[in-house]
């Protein structure tokens, strides 16, 4: 995380066309979230005065309620700071480095995990109450033990044995693929999030902006996408939820960094996931 945040300050400072060097605010999409408060600590822990100096935190209002006691301790009257409504890609400009926690999930697992501890009905949403949980406490199971059935209470496939196979001749070189071997449910989820969508997460955060050019989308520094971060979600497998029957143990190396610096054993034991990117209806969307 030091170095990541090391490779910010040093992209934020740039030449203009008269090859004179300036250096950009840098603006901390801050959530109160996991991934995002690591981001900002990460800032915090290697910037220089002069660099610190140039964060400026922008967020929601649910972000002081998701993480009070880190705003009055870090930001509160010690940092620039703004509140901001609507699309978080709205906030992006050619004029300063923004900031985001993207990628975070992608390389720890995903929030469809959550299912796992929502109870027996009901998943996802509470109308669909007589559709049977299948990943209720099967985190560790063999995936197909809960995403063929899931998908099957779904009509997203046939529960003929030829359409299962039909199925697995599609999915399995998917799996195949992934350089840890996928046997669980945690397993199956975590490589569906980092293998498919590691590029449309990269870029959904502007994809309503009418004036999107490749100079805005390079002043975009989401802090968890970089090779460095895959290789060692690739190589820490087991560390990224250590207890799979324990929802607040999801991203525990990220909350062990926190810990490290904010001292919150609070955090550490019950924070949990929480979506944090919403997206509002725009009529400038177009397909």
């Not at 203009?16 to 600590?41: F, R």
């Not at 999030?193 to 994809?207: A, G, P, Y």
């Not at 390079?218 to 060692?232: A, G, I, M, N």
Request: hydrophobic share 35%; proline share 5%.
């Amino acid at each position: 995380c030091d170095a990541r945040a090391r490779d910010i300050y040093n992209q934020s400072v740039v030449e203009t066309e008269t090859e004179e060097k300036v250096c950009l605010p840098i603006d901390v999409m801050w959530s109160g979230g996991i991934d995002s408060t690591a981001a900002l600590i990460s800032l915090l822990r290697t910037g220089s005065e002069e660099e610190i100096s140039r964060l400026r935190i922008r967020y929601h209002r649910r972000a002081i309620k998701e993480y009070p006691l880190f705003y009055e301790k870090y930001i509160a009257g010690k940092l620039t700071e703004n509140v901001f409504k609507g699309e978080i890609g709205d906030q992006v400009n050619e004029n300063a480095i923004t900031v985001t926690g993207e990628c975070g999930d992608q390389l720890f697992g995903s929030l469809l995990m959550e299912q796992c501890f929502e109870g027996s009905y009901g998943i996802p949403k509470p109308e669909n109450s007589a559709v049977p949980n299948r990943f209720f406490e099967k985190l560790g199971v063999p995936w197909k033990e809960t995403v063929i059935p899931t998908m099957q209470d779904r009509y997203l496939l046939g529960r003929s044995e030829k359409a299962v196979n039909k199925w697995l001749e599609w999915m399995v070189p998917q799996l195949q693929k992934s350089p840890v071997p996928i046997e669980t449910t945690f397993d199956f989820l975590w490589w569906m999030n980092i293998s498919l969508k590691w590029q449309q997460v990269t870029i959904r955060m502007l994809n309503r902006r009418d004036d999107l050019t490749q100079k805005l989308f390079s002043r975009v520094c989401h802090f968890f996408r970089t090779e460095d971060f895959q290789k060692w979600s690739f190589v820490n497998h087991s560390l990224k939820m250590p207890d799979k029957t324990k929802w607040d143990t999801y991203k525990w190396p990220l909350k062990e960094y926190i810990f490290d610096f904010t001292n919150d054993d609070e955090y550490l034991q019950t924070k949990v996931k929480v979506g944090s990117l919403q997206h509002t209806p725009s009529k400038k969307f177009r397909c």
